[in-house]
């Protein structure tokens, strides 16, 4: 996009744009600069902003009482196991509704979305006792096939209106030269399609990161990932602002890196089908 | 232009993923229709035998059914009102040339990354506490009495808290649709004189129809089904008490289970509802 | 299909993993208020002595509360030992879901536990939680602006008094409000306090055919008090105010006085976390002019084993590790007697170091001024004094504690608060069949 513009405007559009996005950022900041203050520092009024004597007590508090890494490791695993599974499962899907169309794709797509329809409190009592009697309670295997469903009409979705933009003319060219399917879905496909998985992943992974209710409702001490880390921390007794923010942190810390560093991924690929 | 050998191989590689969402959504919605018509009391025994469409007929005549559902409208309601507004401005801005783009870029999707629980218990104890929070300390510095958010502005503060959470996503959606528009259609018509407001609405927001058609449609899916926001701040009092938390409070805090699914039924009946209404929409946008 | 086989593969992997490496490991589900903190800090004690590992599972108390509930009643088997409350012990008792607690040893001296505490947690005579800690609510004052207002606390108040003591103490201009309560709803929170001050004008929850009674004018008379104590004399936004925001809004010195659980004495005196440590007094919780009853609770946190656990015995052991009189040893001399979890038993209140503590007595007194079987005035057909026992109660106290809430929160009248809560048990107690 080369459109001329005078420098003034460019400022002025920088300025604003700054603003929101550190209005936006803001709580998110303030989180982490409250992880490092003391309990009577983190109520303080007026507010203590950056000089404070920084300290590490909240981590070093968080981490003896609960096994982080643990919960790091659950959460790591639950997201990508359900991520990896579902796009197993998506990708041909997608593939075959968007370059094989009939009549009823359409309706299979939306009903498709349809299913994540039913509340999950709803349904929880029956989730759970087919889960006591499969023995999935409280296992990563059942959080991560439970997760992969969950998700699954998304990626589907995503990825459909992703492949469809990928003209039809490509593959019939493909096929004259005599590629079979397999050389059609590796050589020509996979390459154009990759920003569409790889920003399907990467939303995946934050879905299935941030899903507060099943994770906490079908685990308890051993597949428990962070969300359930973090509702051990939420209002104790005493003053907990500190210690508060301290395990936020450490509970988004990850998701919010790794969305940092694939940010631009995330974004050429997260259309929807919304370009046209 | 498929043969009949691909047509069946697409169908191969399609199976899995219907029937396992189809298992997915049977098998739950079976039993939850069982129960629906159960008197189901887990602390009381379990099953007690059936009773027709008792529950059905007590959840819809409860007095906090309509309100329940009113509520749930209004926090959807509201949520895509400030996110798609104001995902249009911030997408229009961050199309715009600037320095730093991608810092800022960062910045504005950051909250997206950020689970509903700890987003909530930030939202109601570091800022929206009327004591310590820092709202408070803002608007006593201003010798102002500070709001008490969760009691007095109860659905705004949701609002809020889950606009925050869902801008970002929006205003992605938004601009990657704005970056395809064609750059020199705009600026023919900068060229001719057409004041913003005319370039915004006969250029911009027609090609942005689609994208908002599909931030409508996936976040009201993610938006029905809000419950760790109001879990963590109002527990569903001071009416923010939305139909998924009223089922909640049937299954899990009074444990009528029957009662509850009996509302979950209502609950899928109305989505679709609500839903159908939406895919239409898109669904047309889909032939395109 | 390939994928299904290996899922299944997978599954049962998992499932032997499961039932193999943590054979002698407990999964104990608890709160995460101070003391079961501690517990855990501590708890290494226990595997060096016995070898059994301990995985811990600490919520806040409502995530708590709803994931034992929903595990113990599909028989879920998440949990060998949970932390539970005196409301959930003997409805769950009686539906056999508990393991009952006379396989422990003869040296955990049973008798040794108050019997107010034992009562609460035993179903027809049979224990089937041991408390862990105990508590009753009373009064916590500041002793330094009673005196600048020229007052003084009786040991023995009446609600007159406690209304005369927070219009004196309340500086707004300080922002030193008269008195904190609690406003959040829930049935442990609100309606557990507000429930105690409707004993104590008279009313009850139900009459002894069940009938609703929030109808009554002792209710309004109760309600409307309440209410006014928090609208002229509250901090802003008490319709809010759990536990917890008021214990912090006590520790910065922001109220004058505070009923509440007895357990907070020990942390509103703790100089570490309370900037009015030095100047708290305590007193029983009220009563009103002219009638016999008092404004206080009973409650205990407790451990109970639920039954079909396969480490039944295990799980007994750490019982008696943790409500041993050993272990509040243990705590004691580890990080002082203030800080051993209180009111399980009669020793430690015999214990002179342990009596030295300034609010001790009061504790005791406060716990032994309980009644859970004739909680009210008038009779009623349930146990309970802030709570109800039976299993609708969750549901219909948090409902009505919602109303209440609002009420305090100024949208809603007493009048028109009760009406609704009166309308809204009636509607729920004949979903359930009374």
């Known amino acids: 996009m080369a459109r001329s513009v005078t420098t003034q405007r460019k400022s002025f559009n920088t300025l604003i744009a700054w603003i929101i996005g550190l209005l936006l950022f803001f709580p998110i900041l303030w989180t982490i600069l409250t992880s490092f203050k003391t309990e009577a520092q983190a109520i303080a009024d007026p507010p203590v902003w950056f000089f404070f004597d920084w300290t590490l007590e909240n981590y070093r508090v968080v981490q003896e009482r609960s096994n982080y890494s643990r919960f790091l490791w659950n959460s790591i695993i639950i997201a990508g196991g359900s991520t990896i599974l579902g796009m197993i499962i998506a990708i041909p899907a997608a593939w075959s509704m968007a370059f094989v169309p009939s009549r009823r794709t359409k309706d299979i797509l939306l009903w498709m979305l349809s299913t994540k329809m039913l509340p999950a409190v709803g349904v929880l009592y029956p989730i759970y006792l087919i ?30 209106t992703y492949f469809k933009e990928i003209p039809g003319e490509i593959l019939e060219a493909a096929r004259m030269d005599g590629a079979g399917l397999k050389e059609e879905i590796l050589y020509v496909l996979t390459p154009m399609a990759i920003p569409g998985i790889a ?68 974004v050429r690929g997260l259309t929807f089908g919304a370009v046209k | 232009m498929s043969t009949k050998a691909s047509r069946s191989a697409a169908r191969l590689m399609l199976a899995p993923a219907v029937i396992l969402l189809l298992g997915w959504m049977l098998v739950p919605l079976t039993l939850t229709l069982i129960f629906s018509f159960q008197r189901y009391l887990p602390l009381r025994g379990g099953f007690q035998g059936w009773v027709g469409f008792e529950n059905y007929v007590r959840f819809v005549t409860s007095s906090a ?25 911030l997408a229009i801005l961050l199309d715009q040339p600037m320095w730093g783009q991608g810092v800022v870029r960062i910045l504005v999707i950051a909250p997206f990354f950020v689970m509903p629980t700890v987003s909530g218990l930030v939202w109601k104890n570091m800022f929206m506490d009327p004591n310590n929070g820092l709202l408070s300390h803002l608007w006593r510095s201003f010798g102002a009495d500070p709001i008490i958010w969760l009691s007095d502005a109860s659905m705004l503060s949701i609002i809020l808290i889950v606009s925050w959470q869902w801008l970002p996503f929006a205003t992605l959606i ?6 395809s528009l064609d750059s020199e259609q705009l600026e023919a018509a900068e060229m001719d004189g057409a004041p913003v407001l005319s370039r915004f609405w006969h250029i911009i927001l027609p090609h942005l129809s689609r994208a908002i058609t599909i931030v409508i449609l996936i976040q009201t899916i993610f938006l029905l089904a809000i419950f760790a926001e109001i879990f963590v701040t109002t527990q569903g009092s001071f009416g923010t008490r939305t139909l998924t938390y009223l089922i909640f409070q049937r299954v899990l805090e009074s444990q009528n289970v029957g009662l509850g699914s009996a509302g979950g039924i209502y609950a899928v009946i109305l989505a679709n509802i609500f839903a159908l209404f939406l895919m239409r929409i898109v669904g047309k946008n889909l032939d395109r | 299909m390939r994928l299904g086989k290996s899922l299944v593969a997978s599954t049962a992997l998992a499932l032997i993993a499961a039932s193999g490496a943590y054979a002698q490991s407990l999964t104990i589900a608890t709160v995460n208020n101070g003391d079961m903190i501690r517990m855990q800090a501590l708890s290494s004690e226990f595997t060096d002595a016995t070898g059994i590992e301990l995985e811990w599972v600490i919520l806040e108390e409502n995530i708590l509360r709803q994931r034992v509930t929903q595990d113990i009643a599909t028989s879920g088997g998440q949990f060998d030992i949970m932390t539970i409350g005196m409301y959930e012990a003997p409805i769950w008792a009686e539906r056999g879901w508990l393991v009952s607690l006379d396989g422990l040893p003869d040296d955990y001296d049973k008798d040794d536990i108050l019997p107010a505490m034992r009562a609460g ?21 500041r002793t330094d602006l009673m005196e600048a207002a020229g007052m003084e606390m009786p040991e023995e108040p009446t609600w007159d008094d406690i209304a005369a003591a927070a219009a004196a103490m309340t500086d707004r201009d300080n922002n030193i409000n008269g008195i904190c309560l609690r406003g959040r709803a829930g049935w442990g929170e609100n309606m557990a306090f507000i429930t105690t001050v409707a004993n104590s004008f008279g009313a009850r929850w139900f009459d002894e055919d069940w009938n609703a009674q929030l109808d009554s004018p002792e209710w309004l008379e109760a309600v409307t008090f309440y209410n006014d104590l928090l609208q002229n004399y ?6 809010n105010n759990g536990f917890n925001e008021n214990l912090t809004l006590f520790q910065q010195g922001r109220c004058g006085m505070w009923l509440d659980a007895t357990v907070a004495a020990s942390f509103v005196t703790n100089p ?59 705590v004691a001399e580890r990080e002082g007697w203030a800080n051993v979890p209180p009111g399980t038993r009669t020793s430690l209140y015999e214990n002179p170091e342990y009596a030295s503590i300034p609010f001790a007595d009061m504790t005791l007194r406060s716990i032994n001024a309980a009644d859970p079987n004739n909680p009210t005035i008038d009779p009623v057909p349930y146990v309970g004094i802030q709570f109800v026992a039976i299993p609708e109660w969750a549901g219909i106290g948090t409902a009505a504690g ?14 028109q608060a009760l009406e609704r809560a009166q309308a809204l048990v009636t509607d729920e107690m004949e979903a359930a069949g009374y």
Do not use: C, H
């Open chain 2, 174 to 179: 938004l601009l990657t649709a704005i970056q």
């Open chain 3, 402 to 415: 919602q109303e209440f809430s609002a009420m305090v929160a100024g949208q809603l009248t007493p009048e």
């Open chain 3, 272 to 330: 570490n976390d309370s900037t009015v440590a030095d100047s708290v007094g305590f007193a029983l919780a009220p009563n009103k002019d002219g009638m016999d009853k008092r404004a206080n609770w009973l409650w205990a946190w407790a451990l109970a084993i639920p039954a079909g656990t396969q480490q039944e015995e295990a799980a007994m052991e750490f019982i008696n590790w943790a409500t041993s009189k050993a272990y509040l040893e243990l």
């Open chain 3, 121 to 141: 947690l035993s179903f027809e005579g049979t224990m089937f939680a041991a408390p862990f800690y105990g508590e009753s609510s009373m009064v916590m004052y």
């Open chain 3, 234 to 239: 509250g901090p802003p936004g008490a319709a």
């Open chain 1, 131 to 160: 889960f006591i009697q499969f023995g999935l309670l409280d296992t990563r295997v059942g959080l991560t096939i439970v997760l992969m469903l969950i998700n699954l009409p998304i990626m589907i979705w995503m990825l459909y």
């Open chain 2, 65 to 89: 059914f309509w309100p329940s559902v009113q509520a749930t409208v209004i926090i959807v309601g509201g949520v895509l009102l400030i996110t798609v507004t104001l995902g249009i401005l």
């Open chain 1, 199 to 266: 920003s399907t992943i990467l939303l995946n992974i934050i879905l299935a990161w941030n899903e507060a209710f099943w994770t906490l409702n079908l685990t308890a001490a051993r597949a428990a990932p962070l969300t359930a880390f973090i509702a051990s921390y939420s209002s104790p007794e005493g003053l907990f602002y500190a210690k508060l923010s301290a395990a936020s942190t450490m509970a988004i810390a990850p998701i919010l890196i790794l969305g940092w560093f694939s940010q631009k991924q995330l």
